[in-house]
């Protein structure tokens, strides 16, 4: 604390990330990133990029909004590039949520999202899911000046169908909903192909997870040009190049590469059901996933209990010391070797 702190600095509690170890050797199964390296395509694009190096940027990542649009059959205008999908999320809270009526989001969902509300002074109201750690749409039928899901959700890997987005989307159109669809790929359905249907409807992806690319920051939201606008100006007024031209190289070079992604994406959709049986019959109950984790409760041992005793073995998984969520284990889909061997660790420990 110091005299020189801001107000806003007093009141602020941030995200805390999983651990990134510099250690060798170990198993990071914590942050959801891909056990996957990005397509060699990647390296390419980014080392004959370095020919660039001395200048600035594109301010709008024209590029790479076009690549985007092409892929999800929207125009370049809607879309909006950032530093990650938290950078393009945190812009969202300044730019479309902040308003007299509180936003709503689950309570069990991304922590990032209070944070966010306590950074740019938004309101916010928790709402339950339910006994089985799903969102039900009916429970958002209350005053609220915006609705935020991530979809699939996380730490829970739950999927809502397009048809339950819509149903959301469409009952609520003085509401803005933001969908962050930061693991979609992986099995859930995306609300992109709604967009151009419904003017209150924000979609969030990222580059991290799928594409394996959570060193490089790069996420983007796809809305109709309003909502897009009030991105750009947000983003115009805090960072003019968010995006460096390496990061533009690589996002577009990834993008391109469907081979890679799909025949990455199905290896580890393919371990995922290996892991949600093999930690069945260890006894553990598994949270229907359609996400790279499961989220998932053993039947006699405590999550902190595993976490700690696996961290000692040289694996890592997350935690949360959290009111409904605190038995449980969130553990990221590694390559089959890495769930082979967290299985077998996992074995001696109940
Ligand atoms: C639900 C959700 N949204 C967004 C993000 C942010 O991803 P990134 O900033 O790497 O794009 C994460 C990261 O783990 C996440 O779990």
Redesign the pocket.
């Known amino acids: 604390m110091s005299r020189f702190w801001s107000s806003v600095v007093h009141n602020l509690s941030p995200y805390v ?2 651990e990134q170890p510099k250690l060798d050797g170990i198993i990071k199964l914590n ?2 990133e891909n056990p996957y390296p990005p397509s060699p395509r990647v390296l390419a694009a980014i080392v004959s990029a370095t020919d660039h190096l001395r200048l600035y940027p594109d301010p709008h990542a024209s590029l790479l909004c076009e690549t985007i649009a092409a892929r999800y059959g929207v125009a370049p205008e809607e879309v909006f590039v950032g ?7 945190a812009h969202t809270f300044q730019a479309l949520l902040k308003h007299d009526e509180p936003l709503l989001f689950p309570d069990i ?2 922590s ?1 999202y209070p944070v966010y509300c306590r950074l740019y002074g938004v309101r916010y109201e928790e709402v339950p899911v339910d006994a089985a750690m799903r969102v039900q749409i009916a429970d958002y039928r209350r005053t609220s000046s915006a609705i935020l899901l ?1 979809n699939p ?3 829970t890997g739950i999927g809502l169908a397009r048809e339950a987005i819509e149903a959301l989307v469409a009952e609520h159109p003085d509401q803005l909903v933001v969908i ?1 669809e ?2 979609v790929d992986f099995g859930a359905e995306s609300a992109v192909p709604l967009v151009a249907r419904y003017d209150n409807l924000l979609i ?6 799928s594409r394996a690319l ?1 060193g490089l ?3 983007f939201a796809i809305g109709q040009r309003p909502l897009i606008e009030a991105l750009e100006r947000v983003k115009g007024s805090f960072n003019s190049y968010p995006l460096d031209c390496l990061a533009i190289a690589g996002a577009v070079a990834a993008l391109k590469d469907d081979a890679w992604f799909e025949d990455t994406r199905e290896r580890i959709i393919a371990s995922r059901e290996s892991l949600v049986h093999a930690l069945s019959e260890l006894g553990f109950a598994v949270l229907p996933s359609v996400a790279n984790f499961v989220f998932a409760r053993h039947r006699d041992r405590g999550g902190a209990f595993l976490a700690a005793k696996l961290r000692e073995r040289g694996v890592l998984v997350r935690h949360f010391q959290k009111p409904r969520i605190k038995d449980f284990l969130r553990i990221t889909i590694g390559t089959e070797d890495q769930c082979k061997r967290l299985i077998a660790l996992t074995r001696g420990l109940i």
Request: glycine share 10%; proline share 6%; hydrophobic share 30%.
């Open positions: 990330p999983g942050t959801n530093n990650g999908s938290d950078e393009v999320l969902t991304y990032f991530a959700n996380a730490p962050d930061a693991y969030v992806q990222t580059l991290s997870k959570a920051r790069v996420g």
